[in-house]
């Protein structure tokens, strides 16, 4: 899935396009703070599968019409690929919930704002799917 050209140029042009409209530069919502404390690679897996969820049920779905036509065909490769996810084995685990928790509260913090940085980080978040989550599939 993480191979298709097209979803890869879909997704990093939705995101070069919401990234223009994102002017709060000082955020970063998926880099190293989201990943602390949590270093086995299922586990990672599993925070980005609870962070994939919240991005689409959150912020694609409700900003849907914006960012056409790449919306479009972005929003149903991600869903797919959080059904493919959803047997991902559930940790209860301290620091997932909480970093989790406090990627959701910076982006509710910042209102529209945190919804738009959300699409202009989907790159990010398609590449840490596709480095943590691929090799869980084959492992």
């Known amino acids: ?13 939705l995101a070069q396009e919401a990234s223009l409209a994102d002017n709060i530069t000082d955020v970063r919502l998926i ?23 919240f991005t689409l049920e959150e912020v694609l779905l409700p900003q849907s019409d914006k960012f056409q036509p790449y919306m479009k065909e972005v929003v149903p490769f991600f869903s797919k690929l959080s059904k493919k996810l959803s047997q991902c084995h559930e940790y209860d ?8 928790q406090n990627l959701k509260n910076t982006v509710k913090k910042l209102g529209e704002s945190g919804e738009i940085k959300v699409i202009g980080e989907l790159n990010l978040l398609f590449m840490a799917l596709r480095r943590e989550c691929a090799q869980v599939d084959q492992g």
């Open 31 to 53: 880099g190293k703070k989201l990943f602390q404390g949590i270093n086995q690679v299922t586990k990672r897996c599993y925070l980005l599968k609870q962070v994939l969820n």
């Open 93 to 100: 685990n301290q620091h997932i919930q909480r970093n989790v």
């Open 1 to 13: 899935d993480f191979q298709e050209p097209y979803i890869i140029n879909y997704t990093f042009t």
